[in-house]
């Protein structure tokens, strides 16, 4: 069967009340087809998650209507093994307290302070250095992230051939450890190519997205994009949790954006994720989605991201292409099409400029 998390709202909520809660849920679980795995409970944001195996949301939803009456405000399906890699555990806490009546009483939060890694696609660094030189500079660096990741008490949430996803439980942790990262990455030999950027934001598993950290991931990656090279990328969010000293004296490391720039870079790449596979999305209607003159939005990407609109949304674009062609066998027309390209020979040409090589040489190297 599925597995699915809900999250709960309750102002005011106390570890005991859940534990009650569940408890009951155990008790009505048989009824409704479910298995009540566990759950994680943040009395300060007044959240409660539950993970629960169930034959659908509709189950999860009557199952709690009828144990207790508290209704999910979201449910999503997820896989266990990354439900274990962000947050630790799949199943009660092994320390949980056991009270005399038998309550097994809790209070384990799911937020989750999260660090995307990125680095120079690997394929392309074969391209230009060769596969020796590229298997030596990615097995360093590699090698130094998970020496500082286990330093500093985080976990390795999902790893891609081009970056990191490392999740904490303390954002003084997690920052420590991005600087840490990028003071060792920048004294290897050939340090520049790897074009390290690394992005750090917080957040609870499920909010707008229906992917497990589906916001928090996506701001992350946004804000690391836009970061430059050999710097740590924070959000608003993990500012206000870092200790001022440690961020100060560590300033010029930094890459932050103001709170609204922060909402409009999430808005510029919202609205591409929505319309880059439409070949007919151009300037003019990235800027009525974005409620902005073709001047504004000229502006405002200048300023967040460095790049023209145009030269954003193609960008974008490519990037999107390359991961088509990981994903499965596509030709070329089929790959400039899916990708947003209006033809072939322009989505070769855009390519071969940004990347320095043809697609199909890109596709062999993939193979």
């Known amino acids: 069967m599925p597995i699915y998390m809900d999250v709960h709202i309750i102002p005011g909520v106390k570890a005991r009340d859940v534990a009650q809660a569940h408890q009951l849920d155990l008790l009505h679980q048989e009824e409704h087809h479910c298995k009540c795995m566990t759950y994680w409970i943040d009395e300060q944001r007044e959240s409660v998650f539950c993970l629960i195996d169930a034959p659908s949301k509709e189950a999860v939803e009557e199952m709690h209507n009828q144990a207790h009456g508290l209704i999910p405000s979201k449910i999503i399906e997820v896989k266990s093994t990354l439900v274990e890699s962000f947050l630790g555990r799949i199943y009660d806490p092994a320390n949980a307290t056991t009270t005399d009546d038998g309550l097994k009483v809790f209070a384990e939060p799911s937020f989750r302070i999260l660090m995307v890694i990125k680095i120079a696609d690997p394929v392309l660094l074969q391209y230009k250095m060769g596969a020796e030189k590229t298997a030596t500079l990615l097995g360093n660096v590699n090698t130094i992230i998970k020496q500082n990741l286990h330093h500093y008490g985080g976990s390795e949430a999902e790893h891609s051939g081009a970056g990191f996803i490392l999740s904490f439980t303390s954002a003084n942790s997690a920052v420590a450890c991005g600087l840490a990262i990028m003071n060792a990455v920048q004294v290897i030999n050939d340090a520049n190519e790897i074009d390290l950027r690394i992005g750090i934001n917080a957040g609870e598993p499920v909010e707008k997205s229906n992917q497990l950290f589906g916001d928090t991931l996506q701001l992350a990656q946004n804000i690391c994009t836009v970061a430059g090279n050999m710097q740590v990328a924070l959000t608003n969010a993990v500012k206000e949790l870092v200790m001022k000293d440690h961020f100060q004296k560590r300033s010029n490391n930094f890459f932050t ?9 999430q808005l510029l790449y919202a609205t591409l994720e929505a319309n880059w596979p439409n070949t007919e999305f151009d300037i003019s209607n990235y800027g009525q989605a974005m409620v902005m003159s073709n001047s504004q939005l000229y502006r405002k990407t200048i300023s967040l991201t460095g790049l023209s609109p145009n030269l954003f949304l193609k960008d974008f674009r490519l990037e999107k292409a390359k991961e088509l062609m990981k994903k499965k066998s596509y030709n070329i027309a089929q790959i400039t099409f899916e990708s947003g390209f209006s033809s072939p020979s322009y989505f070769t040409k ?18």
Do not use: N, R, V, W
Request: proline content about 4%; aromatic content about 12%; hydrophobic content about 45%.
């Open 257 to 265: 954006l103001s709170a609204q720039d922060e909402t409009l870079l």
């Open 350 to 367: 855009c390519f071969k400029k940004k990347y320095g090589l043809l697609p199909m040489a890109y596709i062999d190297l993939l193979h």
